[in-house]
């Protein structure tokens, strides 16, 4: 099994990457024009595999196109560079709504009450599940890549979080000093900004962040490719840390 899926792979990888997916990412995705033109090959390999072993699906009447799935894949592969990866290995689906969607969620209050409220998404991701997003909201977000919002990169962090790195050449899941500091980095820049956030100060990043540590993980990723020079500045240590796990440093992407 192994070996068929690395020479499907192989094999995927080393297909001439076609015309019309390039067109898309380049209109799409502003961040490939910022990337070297070696981690531009690199992705182009990435994407193909990954949207051979994902599979796409549409609700609410949305019809899957290539522009759809070129343009979430891209995303999802930029948080893979630089990396021996086995491609999200707890991920299977892709669903994709045509906008922000509700869910209902069920929650369990003091003395046995259960309420159920609405809430509007813009997408959600699941361990060992699917990835869920809002067309609409996946495609503001890429539009603009200086804001410190993307939603394929705060979903495909969590993809990343809640499997370990489980595939990935990470070096700070893998050598245990290195996860230490990984760690204590994260630990006190989160308590930071829930403390800013519970006493209603203003923060740099955003707030949910602060709703729990794998929030924040997922907020600084956004930030970390979407607004890295003002991330280094406020939080060096953090982009520090973030550089050596993402293997990348997209400050330079801006020279």
């Known amino acids: 099994m192994f070996l068929f899926k690395k020479w499907r792979r192989k094999r995927l990888a080393g297909r001439e990457f076609p015309e019309g997916w ?7 995705v502003p961040l490939y024009g910022r990337l070297s033109s070696e981690d531009k090959a690199e ?8 949207m051979g072993e994902k599979r796409f699906e549409g609700c609410r009447g949305l019809e899957i196109t290539d522009e759809i799935k070129v343009t979430i894949a891209a995303q999802a592969c930029v948080l893979l560079l630089h990396r021996k990866t086995d491609y999200y290995p707890g991920l299977s689906t892709i669903l994709v709504y045509p906008r922000a969607f509700v869910i209902r969620r069920t929650e369990h209050l003091p003395g046995g009450v259960v309420s159920e409220e609405p809430q509007v998404l813009l997408g959600e991701s699941w361990h060992r599940g699917p990835v869920v997003l809002s067309w609409d909201d996946v495609k503001h977000d890429t539009a603009d890549i200086n804001d410190g919002h993307n939603v394929v990169f705060h979903e495909f962090a969590h993809q990343i979080e809640s499997s370990g790195g489980k595939g990935d050449d990470t070096i700070v899941l893998k ?11 994260l630990q006190k820049d989160y308590e930071k900004l829930r403390h800013a956030t519970a006493q209603n100060h203003p923060t740099f990043l955003n707030k949910y962040g602060a709703t729990n540590p794998e929030e924040f993980f997922a907020v600084v990723t956004e930030f ?6 003002e991330l280094k500045e406020i939080h060096q240590e953090l982009y520090n840390e973030l550089k050596q796990f993402y293997h990348q440093d997209p400050v330079s992407y801006l020279t």
Do not use: G, Q, T
């Not at 390039?22 to 799409?28: G, S």
């Not at 050598?175 to 980095?185: F, G, K």
């Not at 970390?224 to 020079?229: D, I």
């Open 22 to 28: 390039l067109r898309i990412i380049e209109k799409n």
């Open 224 to 229: 970390f490719f979407e607004k890295p020079r």
């Open 43 to 50: 992705l182009r390999r990435h994407i193909p595999i990954f």
């Open 175 to 185: 050598n245990s000093s290195s996860y230490i500091a990984w760690a204590r980095v």
